[in-house]
Each structure stands twice: as structure tokens, then as C-alpha cells.
């Protein structure tokens, strides 16, 4: 009798499903965790199409602030769970170890966010600016996040905090729901301005009624494109969930049901349609793309 409940023991232990826990965050429209549109984020939406294809693994989800995934990250500990995501960036002020998969969506970095009867404070016809400039500029009131990364437009915000201590016309916040916060500082005229990608200050119009009422420009400092990754803990383990997902990846990225869910939080049909024109006639015939980073691999 002992010898039949150990081999059932060993068993079951040779088929148990190993577990993916996915670093998720509470930052809509990417994963949106209540309301009307609970799970209808469109990072939502593409972790479940991942999900459902990757069925040797148990999965759940778990949610936790950047800081809490960066230490995660650092421990590589893979002796219960696997600890991933799928809504990484890669940028030079974003480094840190683990294993990262071909980029799995193209998307513009933050823009200039201002209210609508402000914008000519700014920009002529929605031309780019340059934010090295506008910030020398203290009659105009900036917001921000303190925790957020602003890729290239953020070395420049550092610079420019770092040669000017005494500055009072930047307001840094690390309130909850911070993106919002600074939104409606904006709309309410409590700031001139602040940056935020504009498919989530769409998300915020619509959010508190005011629906695309806000005027995006785009800042020179973030000019091209960025990349969205999936990212593993660096351990045999991460490292063998990653090339499973890249695999997946190449299926799903040309399907609509993988681009639409990112499309649909745009705030215009123009805007739209360039991002579908670039996703299908440059980012698709690219081919695989890895970070320069040895990350990736």
C-alpha cells in the first residue's frame, strides 16, 4: 500500500503544472481592475490570448506596483512560482535583469498633455516641441508623476531638476492613481500641462466625461517609436516561458484581435489609421525585434 501511494505521489508530482504568476498593475487602460470595463484593458485582453496558449502552466495574476516587480525581478526566485509580465518597456533608465521577448507591439512615448484653450501656449498647429526649452519657461506650470518613467523626455526632467533645486513651477506627485491626478490637475487649470501617453489620457477623458477634450502634442525628446516586451525572472525556468512566448508572439501579432484591443483607446481616426499603416506596412516586415539589450536573450 505504501509503495502504490508513493508512486501516485510521483505521479503526480512528474505532471503538475508549473505556475506563472503575472506582475500585473493598476494602471488603465492597460489592465483595467474595476468598473464597467473590469478586464477589458487591452493588455486584458492580450494576457488571456497568451494565456490560453501556454496551457502546460497553471496561471494566475497578482497585482503589485513597479518597485514590488523590480525586486522580484533582482531575487530570481523560481522555486514556486514563475514570475512574469506582459507589459514591459525597454529604455536605458529601465534596466535590470531578466529575460525579455521580441518586442510584441509598437507605440509612440509620452506626449505634451495640456487643455484644449491652452494649447497655443505650446505649439502652432500641433507641431512638435522641444521640452528642454519649454521647461526654462516658469510661468508654465508642469505636473508629474514621481515614480513614472518618461524615457528620453525624463533625462531631460532630471537634468533640468538636478541644475534647478529650487524650481517651483514643477509639481512631482506620488499620490494613488497618479496619471488621473494629473489629468484632471490640467483640465481643472491647476497645471498648464503635464505627459502622459494619449491613449491613456483618452482613457481619462472618457473616464470622467470629458471625453477627448484635452490637446496632445508630441515632444521632440520622445520622438520614434518604443516597444512593448514580455518579461520573465532570469532563471532556466523565466528563460524557457520566454522562448515559449516568443512563439506565441510571432502567431498572434498580425491578427486584429491582437492590434484592435491597442487601437481602440486611440482618441482619433487619424491617429488610428497611422497606427494601423505603420503596425502592418513597417513593424510586421521587420521581423523579429530584440532589444539591444543582453537582456533580451
Known amino acids: 500500500m505504501r509503495q502504490i501511494l508513493l508512486t501516485l505521489l510521483f505521479i503526480s508530482a512528474l505532471f503538475s503544472k508549473e505556475t506563472i504568476v503575472w506582475m500585473i498593475w493598476d494602471l488603465p487602460p492597460n489592465f483595467i481592475l474595476k468598473g464597467p470595463l473590469k478586464n477589458r484593458g487591452y493588455e486584458d485582453i492580450r494576457l488571456k490570448m497568451v494565456q490560453d496558449k501556454l496551457p502546460q502552466y497553471k496561471h494566475e495574476s497578482q497585482v503589485m506596483n513597479f518597485n514590488r516587480a523590480m525586486t522580484i525581478f533582482k531575487d530570481k526566485d523560481d522555486s514556486q512560482k514563475i514570475y512574469c509580465a506582459n507589459d514591459m518597456v525597454s529604455h536605458e533608465s529601465l534596466d535590470f535583469d531578466d529575460y525579455m521577448s521580441m518586442a510584441s507591439f509598437p507605440f509612440k512615448g509620452q506626449f505634451l498633455i495640456t487643455s484644449l484653450d491652452k494649447a497655443h501656449l505650446f505649439t502652432n498647429n500641433g507641431e512638435s516641441v522641444v521640452l528642454a526649452d519649454i521647461l526654462k519657461n516658469k510661468n508654465l506650470k508642469l505636473v508629474l508623476s514621481k515614480n513614472r518613467p518618461y ?108 492590434i484592435q484591443p491597442f487601437v481602440d483607446w486611440m482618441p482619433t481616426s487619424t491617429i488610428r489609421e497611422n497606427y494601423i499603416k505603420y503596425y502592418k506596412e513597417v513593424f510586421l516586415k521587420k521581423g523579429d525585434i530584440y532589444d539591444d539589450n543582453p537582456r533580451s536573450r
Open 151 to 258: 524615457l528620453d523626455a525624463g533625462i531631460v526632467i532630471k537634468e533640468y531638476l538636478d541644475n534647478n533645486p529650487t524650481q517651483n513651477h514643477i509639481t512631482q506627485m506620488s499620490t494613488l492613481n497618479t496619471g488621473l491626478s494629473m489629468f484632471n490637475f490640467v483640465l481643472r487649470g491647476r497645471a498648464d500641462y503635464t505627459l502622459e501617453y494619449v491613449f491613456r489620457a483618452s482613457y481619462y477623458s472618457k473616464l470622467i466625461g470629458k471625453s477627448n477634450q484635452f490637446f496632445a502634442i508630441p515632444i521632440k525628446e520622445n520622438d520614434g517609436l518604443f516597444y512593448g516586451y514580455h518579461s520573465c525572472v532570469k532563471t532556466k525556468k523565466g528563460k524557457k516561458v520566454i522562448q515559449e512566448i516568443n512563439e506565441i508572439i510571432k502567431e498572434v501579432k498580425p491578427t486584429d484581435s491582437w
